[in-house]
C-alpha cells in the first residue's frame, strides 16, 4: 500500500521560532490535508491541497503541494504555546482511503 | 453544532469481551470511518461505510465489525476483545471522497484490553 513518511518526528522550538515539516510518499497523490491533533482529541483539518504547485494559507499556517505530486510542506511561523500539538499529513488518490503519515510531535520549550 | 460524536470516550475490558463503539455524525454526510491510533503509526483505516447500509473493509479489518443501519451512525464492534486491540479508536466522516473531501473526526474512544 501507499506510504507517507513525515519528518521530523518531533520538533522541540522556542516561542517565536518558525517550524517546518514535511511529508513524503512513494506514489502520487491528487490531494494533501494537513490535520493537527490536540492531547485528548481528534483531528481537525488545518488546510487542504488539490493541485500540484499550490500554495495555501490559513493564518499563521502556510501549506504547499510539491510539484511532484509525491510530497507536501507545512510551515508555521512565529509559533506561539497553542500551536503546541502533533501535525499529521495525509494523501488522497481519488480512491476511498485517506493515507496519514505518522505525525510530527511539536513542543515549545520554554 | 455537535459534528461527529464518539461514545463512550473510555473503556477497559478483559480479553474476550466484545462491546459496541458508536458514531453519530450530524452533518448529514455520506461517508463515514473508523480508524485506529497507536503510538508511532498514524492513523490506520479499520473500516468505512459509503453510504447507509454499506460498510467495506479498510486496512486493518480483522477483529472488527461494521454497521451502517442509519445514515448518521456508525457502529464498530469487538466481538472477542484480544490485548493487540488496545487503541484510541476514532470515527470520521465526509461528504464524498472521490473529490478529497476533508474528513472530520471525533474526539476518539480510548480502549484498554487486559
Known amino acids: 500500500g501507499q506510504q507517507l513518511n513525515q519528518s521530523p518526528q518531533s520538533m522541540f522550538i522556542q516561542e517565536g521560532e518558525d517550524v517546518s515539516m514535511n511529508c513524503t510518499s512513494s506514489?502520487?497523490?491528487?490531494?494533501w490535508l494537513w490535520y493537527k491533533q490536540d492531547p485528548g482529541e481528534g483531528p481537525v483539518l488545518l488546510i487542504a491541497l488539490y493541485k500540484a504547485g499550490e500554495l495555501t494559507s490559513n493564518g499563521r499556517l502556510t501549506a504547499q503541494f510539491g510539484i511532484t505530486r509525491k510530497d507536501s510542506f507545512l510551515n508555521i511561523s512565529a509559533s506561539i504555546p497553542s500551536d503546541v500539538g502533533i501535525y499529521f499529513c495525509?494523501?488522497?488518490?481519488?480512491?476511498?482511503?485517506?493515507?496519514f503519515g505518522t505525525g510530527t510531535r511539536l513542543t515549545i520549550i520554554p | 453544532n455537535a459534528g461527529v460524536t464518539q461514545t463512550p470516550k473510555f473503556r477497559v475490558l478483559k480479553t474476550g469481551q466484545s462491546m459496541t463503539l458508536l458514531c453519530a455524525q450530524d452533518?448529514?454526510?455520506?461517508?463515514m470511518y473508523w480508524y485506529r491510533q497507536d503510538p508511532g503509526m498514524g492513523l490506520r483505516l479499520i473500516h468505512y461505510?459509503?453510504?447507509?447500509?454499506?460498510?467495506a473493509k479498510g486496512e486493518v479489518p480483522d477483529g472488527y465489525n461494521v454497521s451502517r443501519l442509519k445514515k448518521q451512525n456508525f457502529l464498530l464492534g469487538l466481538e472477542s476483545a484480544a490485548p493487540s486491540q488496545t487503541s484510541v479508536y476514532f470515527c470520521a466522516s465526509s461528504y464524498s471522497t472521490g473529490f478529497g473531501q476533508p474528513q472530520h473526526f471525533g474526539d476518539g474512544t480510548r480502549l484498554s484490553i487486559l
Open positions: 461505510s459509503v453510504g447507509e447500509g454499506t460498510t
Open positions: 452533518m448529514n454526510h455520506e461517508y
Open positions: 506514489s502520487i497523490f491528487n490531494t
Open positions: 495525509a494523501g488522497f488518490f481519488g480512491n476511498e482511503k485517506l493515507t
